[in-house]
């Protein structure tokens, strides 16, 4: 599995089946710069752990709550 579908034309996207690539997080940092809205992390397959999630929904509140 990958987390994202890269296309020969640069689009991405997302499987919700990995966790979140770094560019993803960097991506959401400046999109909520630009417009405060709500996140929503899916996983639609391949899920992991409970620990493991929460690591990645701890990090997605972190960006939300800094910008």
């Known amino acids: 599995f990958r987390s994202h579908l890269e296309q020969s034309d640069g689009l991405w996207i997302d ?3 990995m966790k979140v ?3 993803v997080w960097d991506l959401l ?3 909520l710069k630009q417009k405060k809205a709500p996140v929503l992390l899916e996983r639609d397959n391949n ?3 409970l ?3 929460m690591r990645e ?3 997605s509140k ?3 709550e800094r910008v």
Do not use: F, N, Q
Request: proline share 5%.
């Open 15 to 17: 499987t919700h089946g």
């Open 21 to 23: 690539k770094e560019d």
């Open 29 to 31: 940092e400046y999109m």
């Open 47 to 49: 899920i992991p752990s």
């Open 51 to 53: 620990k493991a999630l």
């Open 57 to 59: 929904v701890d990090k």
């Open 62 to 64: 972190e960006i939300y």
